[in-house]
């Protein structure tokens, strides 16, 4: 290797060394923006100084100062971008995984109704029904870095609080999880709930990057978010819900008064209960399939169509009223004058929809 080659490849691992060393020493995230602006620009200046010094100056120690100089400017700058953007070095690759379990949980007591409400990124919601009269919040938060102490450091700036607001026969429970802008892709928090059964639930629950799962759960209203990923129901029964992933698929076994099932890319499953109420499925890049449960005193209409896909409604003594590849409307006989009626549109613009017994 030749000498300038040597002196180039010197730089380069003390720009890695010297990156790690202040990435993991400096706590860039709690830094001022003022500050950070003013850091900025003096390794802005510094750079100009280092060039104008390399130029000009014909001692190769003094070029080589400069050199360290421009070097050490742009790696604070670098480390500012890092946290300033919500991009820690996590995202890149660290190893080094940290773990905390909190475990929250309360006899519900004389309450009736319930409220809960969730909003995490990266990580799971499981919802699920039991037997027991208390619920039961068991919060698992991981941190992943390069170091031992880079991931401790980054698992204790994460809290969790839960809120409560009690009125009369009602409790309203607010799950907070606290993590810094700056760890937000390197910490994810999962978190499984038990419920007891026999009560009434209202949810509103958002994920990035996650899942979102109901089992057993009854209750007025539900809303379900998430980013990227899916969204399981079984057995789940609300008067009103809305579940919405942008990039996953959605399976559910649901009865509802009042249903929107919507995901951009992703299929969507749905088996409907066999009580009145009315379902709208839309996807934009996925199929769908309607499983439904003939009885004789069950009344079905279904609607259903796609853009670039077929449409294939099956069932006993289905009428139609359109009926071709892409665009299917069919009822059952007694429709309008049965007590049990459930209505159910899909719509999706590339993929296929089917419903069936």
Known sequence: MSRSGVIKFGEFLITVGLFFLLYEYVNWGAIQSSIKAAYVTGSGILLIIAYIISVKAKSIAIQEFAHLLSIVSAVIVVNILIASLVCPLSIIGGHIVKERTDVLEEDLGDFKDVSLDMEIVNGCIKLRSWNETNYKIVV???AMA???KGAEKMLNSTSIKLNKEKRESEIGLNLMVDVPS????GISTDIEVCLPKNMSYDLELETVNGLIELDGIDGGFASLENVNGNIFMEDVNFSNIHAETVNGRIQASLTSDDAKLETVNGKINLEVGNASGRYKITTVNGGVIVKLH??????????ASTSMGNVDIDGPDFLFELK????????TEDFEVLETRIR????????DIEVRK
């Not at 700056?182 to 892709?185: A, L, P, R, S």
């Not at 003939?294 to 609607?303: A, E, I, L």
């Not at 071709?324 to 009822?331: C, I």
């Open 324 to 331: 071709d590849r892409k665009q299917q409307e069919a009822w």
């Open 182 to 185: 700056t760890n937000w892709f």
């Open 294 to 303: 003939f009885f004789n005193d069950v009344g079905y209409h279904v609607k």
């Open 140 to 142: 698992v938060t991981k």
């Open 146 to 148: 390069w170091s031992e």
């Open 344 to 351: 159910v549109i899909a719509e999706t613009v590339n993929g």
